[in-house]
């Protein structure tokens, strides 16, 4: 079981950052794959970025050059880095976790999800 702690959303004008953090409950070498999705009203959930545990990383277009994903594994944590936000970066943020199972599919985890606004 893993568990996965959001923290640092919140409102900025257009043009501002924030920095969110998601602390995993487990060591980080035990994660295949740790992700930010996030969710507007009204839309599906969708992928903004995500890194592996060989350091492979991989972003929406919509982000790319503006957001950073990271994580500091003796911290157990991975950060999105954001920068020049944008009204429709508007969302709640939610950090998962995909755990390899030898033999069986592998396991998502969620975040509780952090809420990001974009407003001037």
């Known amino acids: 079981q893993v568990q996965l702690v959001e923290s640092g959303g919140g409102s900025v004008q257009p043009g501002g950052s924030l920095r969110l953090s998601c602390a995993a409950s487990v060591r980080m070498f035990s994660i295949y794959l740790m992700a930010w999705y996030r969710q507007a009203p009204g839309k599906q959930r969708e992928l903004v970025a995500s890194t592996t545990s060989d350091g492979r990383t991989n972003y929406v277009d919509s982000v790319k050059g503006r957001f950073t994903i990271s994580r500091e594994n003796d911290k157990n944590t991975v950060y999105l880095q954001m920068n020049n936000l944008k009204p429709e970066d508007t969302a709640v943020y939610y950090c998962?976790?995909?755990?390899?199972?030898?033999?069986?599919?592998?396991?998502?985890?969620w975040g509780q999800g952090t809420q990001v606004t974009v407003s001037s």
């Open positions: 998962n976790a995909v755990v390899l199972v030898p033999g069986s599919s592998p396991v998502n985890y």
